[in-house]
């Protein structure tokens, strides 16, 4: 499965966001918080790409019924953040998506 992330500026917010989604069935895979500058988010991309293989970018979080991880860069900034998961399973197979997909993804543009 490939994926692709785009980029978009909310209108109500004024700021950049992206999301990671695959291509085929446009599953939501991670999304970010807001950026304030187009590069800024650009660079958040950057940083999932660059570091998708690296176990220690993925910070996981269980809780009954709520599993969940988020991407940290090395001071401990949320990058992007997973959605929510109601067994270990599906979290892990997204996490292993991201490491072989994101490298490989897309950039799509829809500001």
Not at 60 to 74: C, G, I, N, Q
Request: include cysteine; glycine fraction near 4%.
């Amino acid at each position: 499965m490939m994926a692709i992330f785009q980029v978009f500026k909310s209108s109500n917010k004024n700021q950049y966001y992206y999301l990671l989604k695959a291509t085929g069935n446009s599953q939501l895979i991670l999304s970010c918080e807001g950026f304030a500058s187009k590069q800024s988010c650009l660079d958040g991309i950057k940083f999932i790409i660059t570091n998708a293989a690296d176990e220690h970018t993925f910070v996981r979080s269980d809780s009954y019924l709520r599993y969940t991880f988020e991407a940290k860069d090395s001071e401990g900034n949320v990058i992007a953040r997973s959605e929510n998961y109601t067994s270990i399973g599906p979290r892990e197979q997204v996490m292993d998506l991201i490491k072989t997909d994101a490298p490989l993804a897309l950039i799509q543009d829809l500001t």
